[in-house]
Nanobody, 125 residues
Framework: VQLQASGGGLVQAGGSLRLSCAASGRLASARAMGWFRQAPGKEREFVAAINWSGTTTWYDDSVKGRFTISRDNAKNTVYLQMNSLKPEDTAVYYC???????????????????WGQGTQVTVSS
């Protein structure tokens, strides 16, 4: 599975961005997908995830109510709509795909096996 993230950029606080992650390869649309981020000097952290069918989503508390994850399986693409951006959202954002296909696993049991290259999001104050 190959993942290509795009859509990052520079935005002022309070603004919006939409990230995209195009997936290709074996059963890409049958896998849970997630977004993670890593700020300078910090460890990578979970942001949001969506199950393979798009019926279940998970969010970190820091982004709930501001970010929305969605997917279009016909296009093998996952999106992260980010609204009300804050300077602390500044990071490199990575998309990831789960190892399992058609899984009902909860978020804590997902094995993230495939990673994209990352896209930079910078929020100025």
């Amino acid at each position: 599975v190959q993942l290509q993230a795009s859509g990052g950029g520079l935005v002022q606080a309070g603004g919006s961005l939409r990230l995209s992650c195009a997936a290709s390869g074996r059963l890409a649309s049958a896998r849970a997908m997630g977004w993670f981020r890593q700020a300078p000097g910090k460890e990578r952290e979970f942001v949001a995830a969506i199950n393979w069918s798009g019926t279940t989503t998970w969010y970190d508390d820091s982004v709930k109510g501001r970010f929305t994850i969605s997917r279009d399986n016909a296009k093998n693409t996952v999106y992260l709509q980010m609204n009300s951006l804050k300077p602390e959202d500044t990071a490199v954002y990575y998309c990831a795909a789960a190892a399992a296909t058609w899984s009902r696993a909860s978020i804590e049991n997902i094995d993230w096996s495939y990673w994209g290259q990352g896209t930079q999001v910078t929020v100025s104050s």
